[in-house]
């Protein structure tokens, strides 16, 4: 289990950095509450023993996890040790797949440590994190800077044509040795040396970001006294602000607690224009405050060390060394499939200001229209050009309804898949829902974990993961969790999504269902082991289904009724899909662009002023546009600095092409059917990275995929 282990927090966090925000919703708790631990003994030390190894949250407690994962690094290293050290010629099974079996204990208590840190964190596992990240960057290192392990790899590498393996074990094996190329295992021992130092710090300050990003993220709500100036905001918003107020210590005000991107949701219906002013303020300068939680000291070290350490393994850039083993696999790919899109985008974006301003004037509002106010009057002319008003739509779209009757509903119309919710599995947090899937021979296939709601101990966004990772070796079937970061609504009230919940449902579903179906022998290529750029394609390509006529239909009903939901109001949230989209595309392409501007940083140039180099890199790609900040600013993008994604913001991107190209596919093949299902489990969501994975895409599609769907879908041809 060799790569999923050191590949496993890249995993979790590159994962937890799913571009999705959130919105409303209640659930019934009905599993069980993590009560009475047991006194003495550590539950992580041995496999769990409930059902396919479910974690025995009824018995974790915090203090267990350093001294776990600590052990596991030192069962890890013995048994590399011994394989490095074994008096028998290298072969496949003997140095392979024994670094395939190894690292049980550390994978097990890394898997669940890091989803407690992602989904349901305190101080104490925040300090555990921060001491426990140096130590596994070091662990990542001793085991490939071995010269007598790499000697072994390397030498089945240089003969892995003539060693009889299979499809798959030649992936594994090429995989195997170029981690280890790249982890600087050919470099002589002054640069391992430096490498290792590198490594080291940039864990420690990642973690250092996220933790700083969380904590300016708590601090940097907007508080208000007077409930006059929250006009606008629906009574759930306003019990909810109320409420985020209470659990701050400020009971009797109002808290509009921030969202980790840049446009905050409040600012679609906030009629008060001074406060929309503050919120954008709060939102845009969270972490600069000069304060303990100010990130740009640790995201300017974090760039010079990136730049030195691409140099170091003979690369131009942090980004020429991250994508080369991506399916874009040069930035050169990346920068011209956004830059291509920024002239269309932006013309887009200016369209839709110009009709924004105009509102904003014949409401004889006398200013210019800029980001705080983007929302609020987008809305308006929303209503005006298609007449959607959110309001309306969200009581057809009930949290569970949208679950079973929706997104596990589409699941088995076409993969022949079902879900039956248990409630005898112990969890972390009361809101979470367990449930067991089926394949259709009634086979169990998977537990998955549901947890839908905002609190202050989880990170902002919507993610997947693994406790329990598919193995072919083992038996081991895979154990997955979705987070979710929709509003707890107030005791009683229906959790009622927005149409972007419900599409992040689908979303973190078909990530799910990409580990679900994994089918490989060997673990280090199982489920949403493969490069970021193409991770993110079985998700976006699950959100298709949410606006399928078949699975649509069965899922919106009116919460209180039963009755669908009007078919004029469904064609004006077909008609919408392509409203605003001139926004959303420039927002996502400057953050994608800042990413590319902070990584092809030459070694020694990472010394710039953060916002000085911010202004410079969104005017130098012709993204600076005041009304259309990034999605993400420098000093609160996470996927960069706190997760997996650095160099690697633009994977949404080309994986949306993928997604959009596959599902023209079906639409040309008979669209929502088991058969179109079956094909696409099988060439695709099965394989994790066992096999080339352009060459599988080709081989399902029939050829290279196109961009044209995803402009087209976007509505910027
Ligand atoms: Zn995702």
């Known amino acids: 289990m060799f790569r999923t282990l050191l590949l496993s927090s890249a995993i979790a966090l590159a994962l937890s950095a799913c571009d999705r925000t959130a919105t409303e919703s209640p659930m019934p708790n009905t599993a069980p509450v993590a009560t009475a631990p047991t006194q003495g003994e550590n539950p992580l030390l041995a496999a769990s023993t409930l059902p396919f190894q479910a974690p025995v949250f009824d018995r974790i407690q915090d ?78 290192d001793a085991i490939h800077l071995d010269p007598a392990l790499f000697a072994r790899v390397k030498s089945l590498y240089g003969q892995r044509a003539d060693l009889g393996l299979t499809p798959e074990q030649v992936t594994v094996l090429e995989r195997t040795h170029e981690d280890f190329v790249r982890a600087g295992a050919e470099l002589d021992a002054a640069k391992q040396a430096e490498l290792r130092k590198l490594n080291s710090e940039e864990s420690s300050l990642t973690t250092a970001f996220s933790n700083k990003l969380l904590a300016a993220n708590n601090a940097g709500g907007v508080l208000v006294e007077d409930v006059k100036k929250l006009d606008g905001l629906s009574e759930g918003d306003i019990a909810a602000a109320a409420e985020a107020a209470k659990a701050a210590g400020k009971d009797g005000q109002w808290l509009l607690a921030l969202q980790n991107t840049t446009q905050q949701p409040v600012l679609a219906s906030l009629k008060d224009r001074a406060l929309r002013e503050q919120v954008m303020a ?29 140099e170091l393994l003979g690369y131009p850039s942090y980004a020429a060394y991250g994508i080369a083993d991506q399916m874009a696999v040069t930035p050169e790919v990346a920068l011209k499939l956004l830059t291509d ?67 596990f509903f589409a699941a088995e119309q076409l993969y022949g898949i079902t879900a039956k919710e248990r409630t005898d599995l112990p969890v972390y947090h009361p809101d979470v829902r367990v449930f067991d899937i089926f394949d259709a021979d009634g086979k169990q296939l998977a537990l998955f974990y549901l947890d839908p709601f905002k609190r202050e101990s989880k990170q902002g966004g919507a993610w997947m993961g693994n406790f329990v990772e598919q193995n072919g070796l083992t038996g081991d079937i895979p154990v997955i969790y979705n987070v979710e970061n929709y509003t707890k609504p107030a005791a009683g009230q229906p959790a009622l999504l927005s149409w972007d919940d419900v599409t992040t449902l689908f979303h973190e579903y078909g990530h799910a269902l990409h580990g679900i179906f994994s089918k490989t022998t060997y673990p280090s290529v199982a489920g949403t082991n493969t490069p970021r ?21 069965n899922y919106a009903k009116h919460h209180q009724t039963g009755e669908a939901m009007p078919q004029a109001l469904v064609d004006k949230i077909v008609k919408a899909r392509t409203f605003n989209q001139g926004y959303a595309t420039t927002e996502y392409l400057s953050a994608a662009l800042l990413d590319m501007a902070w990584h092809t940083l030459p070694s020694g140039d990472a010394k710039k002023d953060v916002d000085t180099f911010e202004r410079e890199a969104l005017a130098k790609y012709k993204v600076d546009m005041a009304a259309v900040p990034p999605r993400y600013r420098t000093n609160y993008f996470s996927h960069i600095w706190g997760g997996g994604y650095a160099a690697g913001y633009y994977a949404y991107f080309g994986a949306e092409v993928l997604d959009h190209d596959a599902f023209q596919w079906f639409r040309e093949n008979g669209g929502l059917t088991r058969a179109n299902g079956q094909v696409f489990r099988d060439k695709i969501l099965s394989i994790g990275q066992s096999r080339d994975l352009g060459t599988a895409y080709r081989e399902f599609r029939g050829k290279e995929p196109s961009v044209e769907p995803l402009l087209e879908h976007r509505g910027l041809k």
């Open 341 to 407: 899109t920024v002239p269309a985008a932006t013309t887009r974006a200016k369209a839709e200001l110009a009709k924004i301003q105009a509102v904003v004037d014949a409401q004889n509002g006398g200013f210019t229209a800029g980001a705080a106010d983007w929302d609020f009057y987008a809305e308006q002319v929303r209503k005006a050009e298609y007449d959607l008003d959110e309001a309306q739509i969200k009581p057809y779209f009930e949290l569970d309804r949208v679950l079973k009757d929706g997104v």
């Open 63 to 140: 203090s267990h996890y350093q001294p776990a994962i600590e052990e596991g690094m030192r069962q890890h290293l013995a048994e590399v040790r011994k394989i490095a050290d074994n008096a028998e010629a290298p072969s496949f099974t003997n140095t392979i797949e024994a670094l395939e079996r190894s690292g049980a204990l550390l994978i097990r208590a890394r898997s669940i440590f890091s989803a407690m840190t992602s989904a349901n964190t305190n101080p104490t596992l925040q300090a555990v994190d921060e001491a426990l990240a140096p130590k596994l960057a070091e662990h990542a």
């Open 282 to 310: 709060a939102s845009l300068g969270r972490a600069e405050k000069g304060d303990g939680n100010d990130t740009r000291a640790t995201i300017q070290r974090l760039a010079e060390l990136r730049a030195r350490k691409a």
């Open 533 to 553: 750029d193409f991770v993110e394609f079985p998700s976006q390509f699950n959100e298709h289904w949410a606006l399928d006529p078949k699975v649509f239909a």
